[in-house]
């Protein structure tokens, strides 16, 4: 019984390792990779595009509520 225990601790062990193991090369492997990306992305930037300016608000906030309250209530 003894015996069995042992070789259930030394599995768990063996198991827990080799997912630590994967975790631990899968994170540097990420960090080159970023690495990789930042200089690529010297040579291949990417576009900016600017967002554009609203010139008025779409609706004022008082008659935005009313029509969410009379889209609630269901009355037109």
Do not use: W
């Not at 019984?1 to 390792?17: P, Q």
């Not at 994170?27 to 990417?46: D, S």
């Not at 008082?62 to 037109?76: C, N, T, W």
């Amino acid at each position: 019984m003894n015996e069995l225990l042992f070789d259930g601790i030394a599995l768990m062990f063996i198991g827990m390792g080799t997912v630590f193991l994967f975790l631990c090369i899968m994170i540097v492997a990420m960090h080159g990779m970023g690495g990789v990306i930042k200089y690529l992305n010297k040579f291949f930037p990417e576009d900016v595009v600017q967002p554009a300016k609203a010139s008025k608000p779409a609706a004022d906030e008082e008659a935005v509520a009313v029509a969410v309250l009379k889209a609630v209530l269901g009355r037109s």
